[in-house]
Structures are given as C-alpha cells and as structure tokens.
C-alpha cells in the first residue's frame, strides 16, 4: 500500500528533452552532512507538460551501510524550458512504496507511516534480530524528517546535442550618411540581450548566437542627424542596407538583404527630414527549434 513520507524535499533534475531515463549524481544533505551517490537511475514520464518521475530501490547511504528506503514516485510536476533542457523542481511530500530489491530484507520508507503500535511490534522483531539493525534505524528514521535529496548533473541515457542558432548581421553606410548624421545600432545578441553600438565606419558587423528559441535575432537602427550649419555639402547620398545570414545546428539556414533607404543626390535641407523617417525603425527574424524562420520587424529593444 502506498504511504506518504512527510518531509521536506526537493529533486532537482536538469534534462534533455523527450528522454524517459537518465543517469543521476544524487546527493543528501542532513545537517551539513553530505553523502553522495553516482549512477542513480531516475524514470521520467512526460505528461504533456508535466512530469512524473520514479527513483526504484532507493537505498541512503549512512556510516559506510546502505540502509533501504523504497520506491520514491514523484507526480504532476511541472517543468520549466530553458536553453534546450527540461528543469524539474520539486518541494512537496514524497509517495514512497516498497521497493523490490532481493538484497534488502526490508524497506524504511513505508514504515514510516503506519501506525503506532505496529511499529512498536515490528521494532521489537528488529531488536531482537540485529539491535545494530535497530539503531540504525531510528538513525535514518530521524534523518529523512529533515533530508534534502537533490540530484544534480541528470543526464539523458541517450543524450542529445543542443540545438543552437547563428545569426551574422553586416551593414553597409555611405560616407555621406556618416557625415551627415550619428548613427547608432542596437542589435540582438545571444539569447537577445540588446546591445547598442555606435558607428563609426562604412561597414560593420556581428555574429551572435541563441540557444533559447524561439530565437530572435535583428537590428534596430537611430539616426541623430545633424543641424544644417554642421552640413557642408549642398547634396548628399545616403545610402544604408543590412544583410542577414542565419543558421542552426540542424542545419536550416536563412538569408535576406534588406534596403532601409538608398536615397541619391538629398539636399541639404532635406536630410533632417528624410532620414527621421528611418531612425528608431527595426529589421530582424525568429526561427524555431525545428528551423523554421519568420520575420520580425517589431522585437523589443528597450
């Protein structure tokens, strides 16, 4: 019969997704007292979202023993989609039925729960075959009260490759457009942090890369133009394109160029105006995990 272990818990796996088995570090921490363990398997079930995940034969290693504790199942946890991996974080009470191991003659774990004077009964048969047994028993008893079990370093048995997205901007600015105004880029970098760059030349270029998808990749271009006593030239030609270069792991790729404004012979008095058409527009794409780009013209660079 299933029995509820009361304690404080918490299980910590990080995961590939779409894998039901992974390879665990698991450690226990009890009051400052750490014992750890390799090669722990964890079962995952993937329930369109949430997760049920089952730790068979669960045995804590104490003074040097195993002492056996049971089948530990955990259900209905929700997971968090992070960088291409699956995070599971779980702090409620622990399900914990007898495990099947032929090594171990009990388990720990569903005597926690029964009654009173069933485990006077079942105690005095422990004392009386091994009173090590015993008082190793009451040990572990009080320590699972207050244990954190954590496993960390989860790994898939069939691990897969993170999927990562490449961008590569390059830009192209007349000399007239530098001389007739400041130019400044903020531009998506990895994982879409903004980044704001002035220009100072009539190429520039970058190349980020996201692992967090949809990934958004762009440039956002401001023009702070210049007064007309500063503008020297009676006509200028101005002249600014962006090409876009994009990629991921799986090997879908992309590519576009794009004209934000090509605009010959502009009279002097006419460049303020022209160019505040263009200053604080944006240009840039997203593509899903599965390579699947699309434009975005309207991403987010506050």
Request: glycine fraction near 6%; proline fraction near 2%; charge should be neutral.
């Amino acid at each position: 019969m299933k029995q509820t272990l009361a304690i404080l818990a918490a299980l910590c796996c990080a995961m590939a997704l779409n894998a039901t088995t992974y390879t665990c570090h698991l450690k226990v921490v009890v009051n400052g007292t750490v014992s750890e363990q390799d090669q722990v398997k964890v079962d995952v079930t993937n329930n369109n979202g949430s997760y049920d995940l089952s730790l068979k034969n669960f045995a804590l290693i104490s003074e040097g023993e195993s002492v056996p504790v049971g089948n530990i199942e955990v259900t209905g946890v929700t997971g968090t989609d992070e960088f291409g991996y699956t995070t599971i974080v779980y702090n409620e009470s622990v399900m914990i039925t007898a495990g099947d191991d032929p090594q171990y003659d009990y388990w720990l774990g569903p005597m926690l729960r029964r009654h009173q004077c069933r485990h006077q009964n079942h105690f005095r048969q422990l004392i009386q075959k091994s009173p090590r047994t015993m008082k190793k028993f009451f040990h572990v008893a009080t320590l699972l009260i207050v244990a954190v079990l954590m496993m960390t370093s989860c790994g898939s048995d069939e691990p897969k490759d993170k999927i990562t997205a490449t961008a590569t901007y390059t830009m192209f600015f007349s000399q007239d457009l530098l001389e007739a105004c400041n130019v400044f880029i903020t531009y998506k970098a990895e994982n879409g942090r903004n980044v704001m760059e002035a220009i100072t030349s009539t190429w520039w270029t970058k190349t980020v890369t996201s692992d967090k998808f949809p990934a958004e990749f762009g440039v956002m271009y401001k023009f702070s133009t210049k007064s007309d006593a500063e503008l020297i030239k009676d006509k200028y030609d101005l002249t600014c394109k962006l090409q876009f270069n994009g990629r991921t792991s799986k090997g879908s790729s992309y590519a576009n160029e794009v004209t934000i404004f090509d605009a010959s012979g502009v009279a002097k008095n006419k460049v303020v105006s022209t160019l505040e058409k263009y200053s604080g527009k944006s240009t840039g794409f997203k593509v899903t995990k599965d390579g699947i780009y699309s434009q975005a013209n309207n991403l987010n660079y506050d």
